[in-house]
Nanobody
Framework: QVQLVESGGGLVQAGGSLRLSCAAS????????MGWFRQAPRKEREFVAA????????YYADSVRGRFTLSRDNAKDTVYLEMNSLKPEDTAVYYC?????????????????WGQGIQVTVSS
């Protein structure tokens, strides 16, 4: 089992920045590719970004590419989502997820483990 705990969410004004962290425990962190998803009220959970086990490859949803940056520190068992130029439409609960496979990285079904989620609210 892998346990994932998100932190760093909160309320920010449009145009501002936040950094989300996801700390992992339970298994060897570098065995897993990591992803972030988000779910706004009355909407489906959607893919945001993913990073492979080593950090050498990242993939972003079109809606966040150029504004969000995903990175990881395998020595600290943590992945970071730096969010800049935030917009009200970025408001959602953000979820960290882990998977042993990179071939289905943008799909919810590609992930085995999920965090509990953390709220990000962007005011206009």
């Amino acid at each position: 089992q892998v346990q994932l705990v998100e932190s760093g969410g909160g309320l920010v004004q449009a145009g501002g920045s936040l950094r989300l962290s996801c700390a992992a425990s339970g298994r060897t962190f570098s065995d897993y590719n990591m992803g972030w998803f988000r779910q706004a009220p009355r909407k489906e959970r959607e893919f945001v970004a993913a990073i492979n086990w080593s950090g050498s490859s990242t993939y972003y949803a079109d809606s966040v590419r150029g504004r969000f940056t995903l990175s990881r520190d395998n020595a600290k068992d943590t992945v970071y989502l730096e969010m800049n130029s935030l917009k009200p439409e970025d408001t959602a609960v953000y979820y960290c997820a882990a998977t042993g496979y990179y071939n289905n990285i943008a799909s919810r079904s590609g992930y085995d483990y999920w965090g509990q989620g953390i709220q990000v609210t962007v005011s206009s």
